[in-house]
């Protein structure tokens, strides 16, 4: 254990949205939560709503795609808490959603947070978790990842390399005690999801709630994915009873991905 005596849960992209949400569920297990995101608002927002709760929350502003830094802020949390238990690889970038709209930068950048972030952060803690035999790994994933459509193709094609990762990773920590696994939430309305939805609904001229209703629609449960339906899985993959359930892709999408 730490030398607080309470499991450690790291967090990237946990300044708003999925991330966020999981900051708290970690919080109300009892976790000490390293809440990490890109922009420094954020993360220290976060934290700070957690603390104030009476659990314990440390921010740190990091860029994914920044191995040095990923390496500094690993290291110092190892050597104040000892150890880390969970890991929710979560930063990610949605990118263009016309295919013409495409620059070659936007490539660079959907492969550099989407892959390489969460390929960096999960090796450097993966090697603590082997020396600990033990730890919880999850990554964000997206139904995305395996249904195809004509927009956001740089979102589809880094989410489905992350299925790939997420498989591979799973096999390299087996021995060790550590379970690797995906969660592919469904239409969600996080902050990047409501900019998504508004930008799609003013290119289409309707409103927002014509959009989402459109949305709706086309989920076979007709119901969006809340923050609470995500934390529930989160919950239990971190959980002793999910011990044997690895290197597994599981949607909480409405029957999103399995009607792809």
Request: net charge negative.
């Amino acid at each position: 254990m730490s030398n607080t005596g309470k499991q450690v849960a790291f967090i990237t992209g946990a300044g708003s949205g999925i991330g966020r949400g999981f900051a708290h569920q970690m919080a109300k297990l009892g976790y000490v939560v390293i809440v990490t995101d890109v922009n420094e608002d954020s993360a220290t927002v976060v934290a700070n709503e957690i603390i104030e709760t009476g659990a314990t929350a440390i921010p740190y502003q990091f860029d994914i795609t920044d191995a040095d830094v990923a390496k500094t802020i690993v290291d110092e949390v190892i050597k104040n808490y000892e150890r880390i238990d969970v890991l929710f690889a979560n930063a990610g970038a949605l990118g263009p959603s016309d295919f013409w709209d495409i620059q070659p930068t936007d490539w660079d950048v959907m492969t550099s947070v989407n892959i390489k972030g969460t390929a960096i952060i999960a090796q450097l803690v993966a090697e603590h978790m082997k020396a600990q035999q033990s730890g919880r790994i999850i990554t964000t994933a997206s139904y995305n990842a395996v249904r195809v459509a004509a927009h956001v193709i740089p979102y589809r094609v880094t989410k489905a390399a992350i299925l790939m990762f997420t498989k591979c990773l799973a096999m390299v920590m087996a021995p060790y005690n550590v379970t690797v696994n995906a969660i592919a939430p469904g239409v969600t309305m996080t902050p990047m999801q409501e900019l998504y939805a508004q930008k799609t609904a003013d290119e289409r001229g309707i409103t927002l709630d014509d959009y989402l209703d459109d949305r709706r629609s086309r989920i076979p449960m007709q119901e969006l994915t809340t923050i609470d339906d995500l934390n529930a899985l989160a919950k239990f993959l971190t959980s002793d009873e999910s011990r044997l359930i690895t290197g597994q892709i599981i949607a909480v999408d409405g029957g999103v991905m399995a009607s792809s």
